[in-house]
């Protein structure tokens, strides 16, 4: 007979995933350079399509313990287009971002149980709460940048985004999803880890 063990259980991963796959051949050295302008019209789509996200599932779970399914939905695919937008924006693929397909840009997202999995007072702090992730969040960024205008430069001499950058960059943004999960898309009340894993 096998005794309990003391050590702690694996933790469960968080309610949201990212993964982008790293392409296995050379990016297309003409759109790279002209990224900043060719990403403009998708951008644009993406920014008028952002609205309403926090301020109604906020209200639904304060006052009907509720999250509808088909909010989470809207979410889930807003989420999974902005994504495909910035891993273009951040030159780690070179496909236009599609508004319907995944691409290389692989997002799983829970759906809550509101009645019984969040807090129903929880969504009126968790911004606040999320403040020591927006400062790191912000250096990041700004390394993302540095580190997105140095592969700028290796894609147009070499046609490869370097595998260091790359996992760089998409850490950052796994970082920054489950900030938003928590934060704003309310999917879940565990915080976010300080962590650039996949955890």
Known sequence: MTQPSDAPLPMAPYPITLMVDYPDRDLNRLSTFFRIFTVIPIAIVLGSLSAMVFSPILLMILFRRKYP????????????????????????????????????????????????????????????????????????????????????????????????????????????????AYAFLLITDRYPPFSLDTV
Request: aromatic residues 18%; charged residues 20%.
């Open 69 to 180: 399914r088909w909010w989470f939905d809207w979410n889930y695919a807003l989420v999974k287009f902005t994504n495909r937008v910035c891993v273009y924006l951040a030159l780690l693929r070179d496909e236009y971002p599609s508004t319907e397909e995944d691409q290389a840009v692989h997002i799983d997202m829970v759906y809550p149980d509101a009645k019984e999995g969040l807090n129903r007072w929880l969504p009126l702090v968790k911004w606040f709460l999320a403040i020591p992730h927006y400062v790191v969040l912000a250096v990041l960024i700004l390394a993302v940048i540095v580190v997105t205008i140095i592969a700028w430069f290796a894609i147009l001499f070499t046609g490869r985004y370097p595998k260091g950058l790359f996992a760089f960059v998409v850490g950052v943004l796994r970082w920054g999803l489950r900030v938003l």
